[in-house]
């Protein structure tokens, strides 16, 4: 009986292993079309703005869970945004975030992204992508991408640039704004409204 436990033990922890070894894989495959494929051609391209932010848009889209991060950005105030308000969240968010990155990738014209491997994520669904960027002056951008796991399917949950997180800022600054906000989640929409335009 200890002979099967120990064998099924050992069977089950390299299962484990060898899922981890293929999503490390698979998320580095993923977040490298995303930034040759996409960032890179987008930033170094002669397109308008509206034409970047359009592609930001789709890229976007395509690789990032947007449902996730705004359930996350949004905290404990999720649970109380009606369904309306909640679609409408997501969808202001994901557009001023193709502006915000749009313009802040621009920082990287004429630059490469470099990989330097993954590392682990307290979540064991989810790993970091990490890679730099090489500047004119002194040290090269850090950033690294955290990507989830959901059922084989692979999707970026955050950005993070210089230790800068994207989505726990989005989070630190809506929750702030909601509780302040006489009219909560409706306040933070309106606001946002106005900020897209």
Not at 37 to 63: C, D, P, V, Y
């Amino acid at each position: 009986m200890k002979k099967i436990y120990l064998f099924l033990l050992a069977l089950v922890c390299f299962a484990q292993i060898a899922v981890a070894d293929i999503d490390k894989s698979q998320a580095m495959k993923m977040v490298e079309n995303v930034t040759k494929e996409g960032i890179e051609q987008i930033i170094n391209s002669n397109a308008s703005i509206e034409e970047k932010n359009k592609i930001f848009r789709q890229l976007f889209t395509q690789n990032l869970d947007l449902d996730f991060i705004g359930k996350y950005v949004l905290g404990r105030y999720w649970r109380t945004a009606t369904p309306a308000q909640q679609k409408e969240f997501i969808e202001l968010y994901k557009e001023l975030n193709v502006q915000t990155w749009s313009k802040r990738f621009d920082e990287f014209k004429g630059r490469q992204f470099v990989f330097e491997g993954t590392s682990p994520a307290n979540n064991p669904n989810q790993i970091f992508v990490d890679t730099n960027v090489p500047m004119k002056e002194g040290a090269p951008a850090v950033v690294k991408w955290r990507v989830n796991n959901v059922n084989g399917k692979l999707k970026i949950i955050d950005i993070i640039i210089e230790n800068v997180s994207l989505a726990q800022t989005a989070r630190n600054e809506y929750t702030s704004f909601i509780a302040k906000s006489p009219k909560g989640v409706e306040g933070l929409l309106e606001n946002l409204r106005t900020k897209v335009k």
